[in-house]
């Protein structure tokens, strides 16, 4: 069992930015490929970004190319996603996502374990 803890969210203007954090704990967070996605209420779980177990492979979702990037910290059990240039458009509850796998998952039916999420607020 993972126990995935997302932190970092916020109530921000258009143009800032945010740093979201996601801590691991329960398994070898080494094996784990990691995901954010974001929802609004009556849409899908949208793809922000994927990096693999490793670190050296990253995959963003449209909305998140050039603006958002993911990364992770082995030392912590954690993984980040910095997002610059916010739009309001973002404003969502984003979620933390693992997988024991040495692919980069990019749907959320790919991932075994979720936060409970963490709301991101951009004003215009």
């Known amino acids: 069992q993972v126990q995935l803890v997302e932190s970092g969210g916020g109530l921000v203007q258009a143009g800032d930015s945010l740093r979201l954090s996601c801590t691991t704990s329960?398994?070898?967070?080494?094996?784990?490929?990691m995901g954010w996605f974001r929802q609004v209420p009556g849409k899908e779980r949208e793809f922000v970004a994927s990096?693999?177990?490793?670190?050296?492979?990253?995959f963003y979702g449209d909305s998140a190319k050039g603006r958002f990037t993911i990364s992770r910290d082995s030392a912590k059990n954690t993984v980040y996603l910095q997002m610059n240039s916010l739009k309001p458009e973002d404003t969502a509850v984003y979620y933390c996502?693992?997988?024991?796998?040495?692919?980069?998952?990019?749907?959320?039916?790919?991932?075994?374990?979720w936060g409970q999420g963490t709301q991101v607020t951009v004003s215009s």
């Open positions: 996502a693992a997988r024991s796998t040495s692919i980069l998952p990019r749907i959320p039916d790919d991932y075994t374990y």
């Open positions: 329960g398994r070898t967070f080494a094996n784990y490929a």
């Open positions: 990096v693999d177990k490793s670190g050296r492979s990253t």
